[in-house]
């Protein structure tokens, strides 16, 4: 890339290549970005958005445009918002939120509108693009900073996890966007913040994190019953890690931390349909808080990150 980061955001977009944003290059948070394009196998500079932001969220609308919101800004938590044109290959500044958030989710509805929660709150923000405006959305049961947010098929948001001040949470909530009302869901076997989560055949693969320690367990989400179970552990404990479902069912989990006093190359494949993780090869450098995206042609970008002593500006293509 054509700068180090890490915690930045990753979006393809519909013309297939990657827009990566923000971020932390080790000393400045950032406001710049980079283009990844998959048919050159090359990154250019893209263009610069309108606040320095670690730790935003990044949302594909419809439109085909990018809604990036919040994040670590100079002056503090920011609730600005930035939205990319990839016809034009610009920013321009989007409606602020309600509130200040960094470290959040967002999460497109079906209907095209999307949903913000958590950071140090428990109220979310909904951003309307018909409108170009965010309205004030209802409350999760507690505040959330480092949860998962994960759409599910039945059009409902799955909240899971997450810190509220020094507590680890294993609860979730359920968003509902028919009533814009939030019901408690079920607890997770194991408090965990930076975890990921990924659908997979209609259920939430729910893998690693941190509380204290880093996270080896990982737990299923079944919406049919509404609960979570165990299922078997990966082989190293991870948090900052990336999560990708691969075109062909099995998911690939990359790199991450112990704590920060390991930081790992390694990768673990989990296939749903036997329940068992194998180990894959490692990728070229050890890394966590990198950016990992599902390419059109069936690759995973993974870019930047750090080790704990450098933040990286490369990146690794994962060919399954």
């Given at each position: 890339?054509?700068?180090?980061?890490?915690?930045?955001?990753?979006?393809?977009?519909?013309?297939?290549?990657?827009?990566?944003?923000?971020?932390?290059?080790?000393?400045?948070?950032?406001?710049?970005?980079?283009?990844?394009?998959?048919?050159?196998?090359?990154?250019?500079?893209?263009?610069?958005?309108?606040?320095?932001?670690?730790?935003?969220?990044?949302?594909?609308?419809?439109?085909?445009?990018v809604l990036i919101a919040g994040g670590q800004s100079s002056g503090g938590v920011t609730s600005s918002t930035d939205i990319y044109d990839p016809a034009t290959n610009s920013f321009k500044k989007g409606p602020n939120m309600g509130v200040a958030r960094r470290a959040a989710t967002a999460t497109l509805l079906p209907a095209g509108k999307v949903l913000v929660a958590g950071g140090n709150t428990i109220g979310t923000d909904i951003y309307d693009p018909a409108t170009d405006s965010f309205s004030k959305g209802p409350s999760t049961t507690t505040a959330r900073l480092y949860g998962t947010a994960t759409l599910l098929p039945n059009g409902k948001v799955l909240i899971a996890g997450g810190r509220n001040g020094n507590t680890y949470l294993s609860g979730s909530d359920i968003y509902d966007p028919a009533g814009n009302s939030f019901s408690k869901g079920p607890d997770?076997?194991?408090?965990?913040?930076?975890?990921?989560?990924?659908?997979?055949?209609?259920?939430?693969?729910?893998?690693?994190?941190?509380n204290g320690a880093a996270v080896l367990s990982?737990?299923?989400?079944?919406?049919?019953?509404?609960?979570?179970?165990?299922?078997?552990?990966?082989?190293?404990?991870?948090?900052?890690?990336?999560?990708?479902?691969?075109?062909?069912?099995?998911?690939?989990?990359?790199?991450?931390?112990?704590?920060?006093?390991?930081?790992?190359?390694?990768?673990?494949?989990?296939?749903?349909?036997?329940?068992?993780?194998?180990k894959n090869v490692g990728i070229s450098t050890a890394r966590a808080a990198a950016t990992a995206t599902l390419l059109k042609n069936g690759r995973v970008l993974i870019a930047g990150g750090t080790d704990g002593n450098s933040v990286f500006s490369n990146s690794d293509l994962c060919r399954p």
């Open positions: 890339m054509s700068t180090v980061r890490d915690y930045a955001t990753a979006t393809l977009l519909t013309n297939g290549k990657v827009l990566i944003a923000g971020g932390y290059n080790g000393s400045t948070f950032l406001s710049s970005t980079d283009i990844y394009n998959p048919a050159t196998n090359t990154f250019s500079k893209g263009p610069t958005m309108s606040a320095v932001r670690l730790l935003p969220t990044a949302t594909l609308l419809l439109s085909g445009k997770m076997n194991t408090r965990r913040e930076l975890q990921n989560a990924t659908l997979v055949n209609g259920q939430v693969l729910i893998t690693g994190g941190f990982s737990e299923v989400y079944d919406p049919a019953s509404n609960n979570f179970s165990n299922v078997r552990a990966m082989s190293t404990a991870r948090s900052w890690a990336t999560a990708t479902l691969l075109t062909n069912g099995l998911v690939l989990v990359v790199g991450g931390t112990d704590n920060g006093k390991s930081f790992f190359s390694s990768a673990e494949l989990f296939d749903s349909s036997t329940d068992n993780w194998g």
